[in-house]
């Protein structure tokens, strides 16, 4: 069973900056698709950036030049570097991860989440 652990949410002031770690029990090599999504109160969850096995990185369009996705192979981890928080910001966070295998010409989807971590920013 593929586990994914968050970390680094927190509380913060408007303007400031956060960096979410999410670390996966299995090579993320093995992924073909790791992102960030995140769910405010009494709202959907939604995507906040993904980045593929081959490096293709796409954001949100509200927070698309204040946070950066990467990855570390090397380290099996997937980080969100969060810059310019603002209120609307604060939500948890969730970690995500999906994997296709294929078996002949079926195609098999495994999606995987982590528990969440919250962020809060005040004003």
């Known amino acids: 069973q593929v586990q994914l652990v968050e970390s680094g949410g927190g509380s913060v002031q408007a303007g400031g900056s956060l960096r979410l770690s999410c670390a996966a029990s299995?090579?993320?090599?093995?992924?073909?698709?790791m992102g960030w999504y995140r769910q405010a109160p009494e709202k959907q969850r939604e995507m906040v950036a993904t980045?593929?096995?081959?490096?293709?990185?796409n954001y949100d369009f509200y927070v698309k030049d204040r946070f950066t996705i990467s990855r570390d192979n090397a380290e099996d981890t997937v980080y969100l570097q969060m810059n310019s928080l603002k209120p609307e910001d604060t939500a948890v966070y969730y970690c995500?991860?999906?994997?296709?295998?294929?078996?002949?010409?079926?195609?098999?989807?495994?999606?995987?989440w982590g528990q969440g971590t919250q962020v809060t920013v005040s004003s």
């Open positions: 995500y991860a999906k994997r296709v295998t294929n078996k002949g010409w079926q195609l098999f989807e495994s999606d995987y």
């Open positions: 299995r090579s993320i090599s093995s992924f073909n698709t």
């Open positions: 980045i593929t096995s081959s490096g293709t990185i």
